[in-house]
Each structure stands twice: as C-alpha cells, then as structure tokens.
C-alpha cells in the first residue's frame, strides 16, 4: 500500500460523518458574438486576432501581418515556411525563428485562450518564435474555461497548452517585460 493510500484509509477510518456531494449547478458566461469577444480579448491581452475573409490569401494575410519575418517556420498544409519543423534533428535548430505559424484547436472567447496540441516534433517553436502564428477554425470558439475544459482532448505526444496572447511578465517593480519566456507577439487567425 501506497503512503497515499494509507492516509486515505485512515482519513476514512476516522472520519465520524458523511455528507453527500452538493450538486452545483454552474451558470457560466455566454457571449452573443463568440468570434467578436475572443478579438476583442486576444487584443486586450496584447495579442491580434484577425478573421480571414472569404477568397482572402492565407500566405498573403500572414506576409502583410509580418512583412519582415525572416526565418518561419510551420508543418501546416498549404503554408509556405522556410522549415519544416518537423525536419529538425534537436529543437536547438529552431533557435532563430522569426514566425512560427502552428495549428490550434479551439479558442476561448472568455480570456482569448487558444488550446494547442503539440502538432510538431518539436514543442519548442511554440516558444522559441519571435512571433507566433495560430490557426483555428472560427466555429471553434467556446464561450468560457468551463466548456474549453470538457473539449480540451490531448494527441499521441500528450502535450497541450492554453496560449492567449504574446509572453509577458513583470517584476515586483511592476516593469512589464513582452518576450521574456516566449514568443513577443502573437496573432490568432480565425478562418
């Protein structure tokens, strides 16, 4: 028997009475616009969102929103990158990327949150981009973290991460640094 389940057993050895488990009803935010509140909050947190419209170029909207990328990388179909991150031998080979353009699997209207399985080799390029790209599907928007929860499924890495806007923190001398742990921008394209 495990330490934890001897505490366990003797939790329930010694307790003296028993409730049954209150049934909570949760009455979570809903938004009228979905796609509207995730821009809207994917902005106030210091990242884009932007919709792709019908007929509109994919390649073209990600070369006007980052005209001076360099190096890019993506395994996306159809997206034109210089690398191929699944190619890479060690993540170190990403160091160095100017856009990292990934596939998302929904986003969170509530806090511009977007789940994103680990799609390629290396998880890295999630973080070591200068500036991150994510692609989503706009009919893949939930309303709060309580539905996110109940879809948020993980891939055969098993990695998978919220992401909502670019990386950011400040210090006790409320200095806020954009960039420090990961990518300094980020753009969800809704298509």
């Not at 979570?28 to 995730?38: G, L, R, S, T």
């Not at 706009?138 to 996110?148: G, R, S, T, W, Y």
């Amino acid at each position: 028997m495990s330490n934890k389940e001897e505490i366990l057993k003797n939790i329930r050895l010694h307790t003296q009475e028993t409730y049954e488990m209150p049934l909570i009803t949760l009455d979570a935010i809903h938004y009228p616009d979905k796609v509207e509140q995730f821009i809207q909050v994917s902005k106030s947190v210091g990242g884009n969102a932007v919709v792709l419209r019908e007929g509109e170029d994919l390649n073209e909207l990600i070369r006007s929103l980052y005209p001076d990328a360099g190096k890019s990388a993506s395994n996306v179909p159809g997206i034109h990158a210089a690398i191929n991150p699944d190619d890479v031998r060690t993540s170190q080979e990403l160091n160095g990327i100017d856009l990292g353009i990934v596939q998302g699997v929904f986003g969170v209207a509530e806090n511009g949150g977007v789940w994103v399985v680990q799609n390629v080799k290396e998880r890295s390029l999630y973080f070591i981009s200068e500036y991150l790209v994510i692609l989503i599907d706009k009919d893949q928007i939930v309303d709060n973290m309580h539905e996110a929860y109940k879809k948020a499924a993980f891939n055969d890495y098993g990695f998978g991460c919220f992401i909502s806007g670019p990386s950011k923190t400040a210090d006790i001398e409320q200095a806020l640094v954009v960039g420090a742990h990961g990518p300094k921008g980020l753009t969800v394209i809704l298509r």
